[in-house]
């Protein structure tokens, strides 16, 4: 059975004004390794989050640190609603905030081009947890969703 949670109103602030949206967090019986978080903006208020990844990481990351503390980045799924269209962006970590926080990671020397050298840095996916770094979409381009995900995304709240 899927788990779909109601819907929770954001207030926000993008380019310079304040705007709102509404997300829930969705649970297929299909897929047990996913969660996904749909965020419904409506097309005539500011700070489109499908159009600027900037706005969206904003959201994301404020949803995130309240209500998904301690789940994989690698498990995570934003689908972004506007009207009757959906697009799917997943987020990866932002390694860089990952280790200004000071959580563990390996650095290694390597030789470069022309005798430099470089660090290589590891880190254990089981480490890249939300609550541990911010998460980002600013390399990933909105795709629209598979058939049985946008009909899961169609359903009513809480159904």
Known sequence: MDYITRYTDL???????????????????????????????????PGNPVADHKTR???????????LTGVPVSMLCVALTEGD????????PDLEDYIQRGHPYQQTPERAARGRHIGRISIDSRNLVIGRTRIQTAHTAPTPPD??????LNRSEAA
């Open 85 to 92: 269209a959906h697009h799917i962006v997943f987020p990866e």
């Open 147 to 152: 058939t049985g995900l946008a009909a899961l």
């Open 57 to 67: 990481d904003a959201i994301l990351n404020r949803i995130a640190d309240r209500e």
């Open 11 to 45: 207030i926000y602030f993008a380019n310079d004004e304040i705007a709102s949206c509404r997300y829930r967090l969705i649970k297929s019986r299909d897929n047990q390794t996913q969660v996904i978080v749909q965020i419904n903006h409506h097309g005539d208020r």
